[in-house]
């Protein structure tokens, strides 16, 4: 209880004129004069009482009534809690992850929301919610019966990885702009891998409260799957026993001891066939090779006969182009053979790729045409012929990717070659002693990336920097730093294409990167990066992204992107096919992609591996999720989780309206006992 | 047409009692005159056979000379009859729930019984207004100007003091000489016995006396919306009355005390007429005449 306008009590000074006008102002009865008292006697009732008690009466309503208006002027109000039936929000969320596939998971799931959908309130709010590999809010909260049932009706199973800390972060996300309490019924197959790393990432706020609806019920049913696949996605020589070999993972979960068939199909065809032995809830490799495949894209699977409950998971696609070994120009400074020796040999090591490396001096590649290179390197070659550079530019401009190793001739205020910058400063770190280390490294970048980079870092600190070049990071991306911040690794987009930048040498005299075992990775993930292979073929993920185009191109200066998802369909309208920046893969299956820029690809998509084990979350923690949201109104959040729920509401119109009343009382009162009193008089 | 102005509400509205006796009266017989039952004239009344002692004037010669026998002749109009109205001027007069006070209601009886006598009935007409003591007297009279005599006396008698009708009644016997027609106009809060006592000589030496008793409507059937205090015009006393008995016990006394008055005032040889401030004054004018036609 408070007031908006508290200052207005002032006015129940006001009080003091009834209070003076009944109370201390004595009351003057007029008598009545009769001719004669001759045929009267005195009254046994006692008429002043009578009319004491009115005037208590009267002067009570005229109380009531200044203090009604001075409280509807101070607008009083209370915090109640908004918890009425429809404030209340019945928040659906139908799982339709890659799991929700097995056996009838989600047409149960389907049928029991429908369910709790028509028996909710009448007149009650729903809001229908798909939980895949994103969130989907599927209808505004609304009422309307029909449409939220088609909504519902409306859901298919999908091939992405649910996770409940995704839908978590939505609800809490959801909870900013719906101001009620929520009731949200979760229908899953509550999945065990579906929980994120942080339990609290899927605890909802207190307001919410959860219904979870199983669907799988009992045990997790025996499921084999092909949990990987390591094949090239570019291969240029099928009789290289190194590169044309398929090596493929399977796994059981909550699985017996078995002995399964293992398939490579290519083009449709099983080309190959093994039995392997899979251990009771273990893994098994089964290696194809060599891989004999036809020039161009050729759409690949390994294909376990799992005969288990989940037959969707039994195949992995991939797809593999056959061409021949790409080019790679290494521009190098004369007298500089080191650079060149580390990186072929890093580059030769890597066995998915298929690049045959061309080293020149940088004084010998006037003639060169870069366009017939996968990509160029230019290790410490700050001063190029000008016909060279000029041709580097239109390379980049038009999609080529360059890598720029600054070595010991990156002095200050040096002009780095197609950055359009210069070298701002040199760190020498050897001459304080010992190098320094790569401290920040962004995973992320293609470059760099490491999928479980470890503890270590992915082995990026054990690398010492003796002397880096020290550039102007505006407007480019780092993708790391050293330990003191320098960047270390930068990415600059000119045009269609990338520059790749390192702030010190490939030569192991201003770091040495080159012994480390990162540097092979870092060269693989490069040159994979840097020719564009890593997008044009391989496999990915179901819900991972493509990018169509860079975001710099104008859309009208480029061509249509052709998209072909695995159902045949084209998921681009006409004007997304020319702006569209990325495109989402979430359908399992093989996409084809015709880009701009003339390059075609096609990716085969795989379903998160993940959603393969259906192991369900324990039924504790289960309860501890279901129950998280009250213990945590009852807890510790309950000083302000139930503050934000109550609404200040305000009573001004009930007072107004109290006090309309009681004005009306007073005019009748007031008019029959002062008119008798003018009567009597 | 006339008998309007016959009503108490409208007479209120003059201010002369002269033109109101005048309306008063005129719109009265005009009215009479359409009734044959209360029809009178001052034509031809009888023969009586002449007594020594009568006057000689009054013999009917003509039939003398054709009889040979002495007959007075008499009209109804040469008989004369002096009329006395004694008002009541107390306190209590002055009370009033409409428009009028019962004392305005006793005037205008008053004054057009004056015209009515005097200007119809060529009777001599006197006043005595008391209190608890004769405040005024004007003599019975059919000289030029009487009425306006009287009607100044009417204008003059304001209520002042309380009721006593032995005093002033004792005193007015003294005034009487001759007998006639005596009028009390009071509202008679005494009670009856002693009202009667001390009007019965008036009636002892041969006036025809009659009762006004004039009263408020609201004397009679009193309304009260609550307890309240009430007090005595006269006496100033104050009495604090609660509604329930004036519904009950208060008109069981009223009546009883107006049945009493009623019953005694006849038992002693006089009229008794109830007069309330709300009706028409012909009631009055009636009484009047019906008593002086009797008379004759």
């Not at chain 1, 909710?120 to 994103?134: C, F, H, N, S, W």
């Amino acid at each position: 209880m408070g007031f908006l306008a508290p200052w207005f009590l002032a006015g129940l000074a006001a009080l003091s004129v009834p209070v003076f006008v009944h109370l201390l102002r004595k009351h003057v009865t007029v008598p009545r004069p009769v001719s004669s008292l001759m045929f009267f006697e005195r009254g046994i009732q006692s008429s002043t009482r009578h009319r004491k008690l009115k005037h208590l009466l009267l002067f009570a309503l005229r109380f009531a009534l200044v203090l009604l208006v001075v409280l509807a002027f101070a607008n009083p109000f209370v915090r109640r809690a908004s918890a009425d039936a429809n404030s209340r929000l019945l928040l659906i969320v139908l799982d339709r992850s890659f799991s929700m596939r097995a056996g009838t998971r989600f047409a149960d799931a389907q049928q029991q929301a429908l369910t709790t959908l028509a028996a909710r309130p009448r007149g009650e709010k729903a809001q229908i919610v798909a939980l895949g590999g994103e969130v989907e809010l599927l209808t505004q909260p609304i009422a309307d019966d029909a449409q939220l049932r088609a909504a519902l009706e409306s859901i298919e199973p999908g091939d992405g990885h649910a996770n409940f800390g995704e839908l978590g972060r939505a609800v809490r996300a959801m909870m900013e702009t719906v101001h009620g309490p929520i009731d949200l019924d979760l229908f899953s197959d509550m999945q065990h891998s579906a929980m994120p790393a942080n339990f609290g990432d899927m605890v909802f706020p207190p307001s919410v409260k959860l219904t979870l609806h199983n669907v799988a019920k009992g045990a997790a049913p025996p499921n084999w799957t092909v949990e990987s696949v390591n094949a090239p996605a570019e291969l240029a020589d099928p009789k290289d026993p190194k590169l044309s070999r398929v090596e493929a993972v399977v796994v059981g979960f909550n699985t017996p001891a078995a002995t399964k068939t293992v398939s490579l199909v290519i083009g449709g065809k099983i080309v190959a066939t093994s039995k392997v032995n899979i251990p009771a809830n273990g893994r098994a490799t089964v290696e194809f090779t060599p891989l004999n495949v036809a020039y161009g894209f050729n759409r690949c699977a390994v294909r376990i006969d799992s005969g288990d409950a989940f037959p969707a998971d039994d195949a992995t696609v991939f797809a593999v182009r056959r061409s021949d070994p790409e080019r790679v120009l290494f521009v190098h400074a004369a007298g500089d053979t080191r650079s060149p020796l580390y990186f072929g040999a890093a580059l030769n090591a890597v066995a998915q790729s298929s690049y045959v490396l061309q080293s020149v001096g940088a004084e010998q590649a006037t003639d060169l045409d870069p366009s017939k290179f996968a990509f160029v390197v230019l290790s410490d070659s700050l001063t190029l012929p000008s016909i060279f550079e000029h041709a580097l530019d239109a390379y980049v401009a038009k999609g080529g990717n360059v890598l720029v190793a600054l070595g010991t001739s990156a002095a200050h205020g040096a002009r780095i070659p197609l950055w359009g910058g210069q070298v701002q400063g040199v760190r020498d770190y050897a001459r304080n002693g010992e190098g320094i280390g790569v401290g920040q490294v962004d995973f992320s970048y293609p470059a760099l990336a490491q999928e479980q980079p470890g503890h270590d870092n992915g082995g990026w600190p054990e690398v010492k920097v003796d002397y880096a070049a020290l550039v102007d990071a505006a407007g480019v991306r780092v993708a790391a730093r050293l330990t003191d911040g320098t960047p270390f690794v930068l990415d600059k987009q000119i045009g269609e294409g990338h520059i790749l930048l390192l702030a010190s040498g490939l030569d192991n005299l201003t770091n040495d990167l080159p012994l480390h075992p990162v540097f092979v990775v870092f060269v693989d993930h490069a040159a994979r990066y840097l020719s564009g292979t890593a997008r044009l073929s391989g496999s990915r993920l179901v819900d991972a992204y493509v990018q169509l185009r860079s975001g710099t191109e104008a859309a009208t200066a480029a061509g249509s992107v052709e998209v072909i998802d695995p159902e045949g369909r084209r998921p681009l309208s006409l004007s997304e096919a020319r702006t569209a920046q990325s495109l989402r893969l979430d359908h399992a299956g093989f996409y084809q992609i015709h880009f701009a820029n003339g390059q075609d690809a096609v990716i085969g998509v795989n379903p998160d591996r993940r959603e393969s084990d259906l192991a369900p979350i324990p039924d504790d923690v289960l309860e501890l999720w279901s129950g998280s949201s009250s213990n945590e109104a009852n807890g510790t959040a309950s000083a302000t989780a139930p503050e934000e729920a109550k609404q200040p509401v305000s009573l001004w119109w009930y007072v107004m309206l109290l006090g309309l009343l009681t004005a009306m009382a007073e005019t009748a009162f007031a008019s029959r006992y002062l008119g008798t009193e003018r009567e009597e008089a | 047409m006339l008998q309007r102005y016959l009503d108490p509400a409208v007479l209120a509205g003059i201010s002369s009692l002269d033109l109101l006796a005048k309306t008063v009266v005129d719109g009265f017989v005009a009215g009479l005159h359409r009734s044959p039952d209360c029809g009178f004239s001052q034509e031809f009344a009888e023969y009586r056979a002449y007594t020594p002692g009568d006057d000689l004037r009054h013999v009917d010669w003509n039939l003398f000379a054709r009889t040979e026998r002495t007959y007075l002749k008499r009209y109804r109009g040469e008989t004369n009859s002096q009329l006395t109205i004694l008002l009541d001027a107390s306190k209590s007069m002055q009370y009033s729930s409409g428009p009028l006070k019962k004392m305005d209601y006793a005037r205008f009886i008053a004054a057009s019984l004056f015209y009515l006598a005097i200007h119809n009935q060529r009777d001599a007409a006197g006043l005595i207004v008391f209190d608890d003591e004769v405040r005024e007297y004007i003599r019975p009279s059919t000289r030029q100007g009487q009425l306006a005599r009287l009607f100044a006396g009417l204008e003059r008698a304001e209520p002042q003091a309380r009721t006593d009708y032995s005093k002033p009644l004792r005193h007015f016997q003294n005034f009487l000489h001759r007998r006639g027609i005596v009028l009390v106009i009071s509202d008679f809060y005494e009670e009856p016995e002693t009202i009667i006592h001390a009007i019965a000589p008036l009636r002892f030496h041969g006036n025809e006396v009659i009762l006004f008793h004039v009263l408020d409507p609201e004397e009679i059937r009193p309304v009260l919306k609550g307890s309240m205090v009430l007090v005595d015009l006269e006496t100033d006393r104050k009495m604090e009355v609660v509604p329930e008995y004036v519904k009950t016990q208060y008109r069981a006394r009223m009546d009883a005390h107006l049945e009493a008055l009623r019953t005694q005032a006849h038992a002693a040889g006089m009229d008794y007429q109830l007069l309330v401030t709300d009706r028409s004054l012909d009631a009055a004018l009636r009484e009047y005449l019906a008593l002086r036609q009797a008379g004759n």
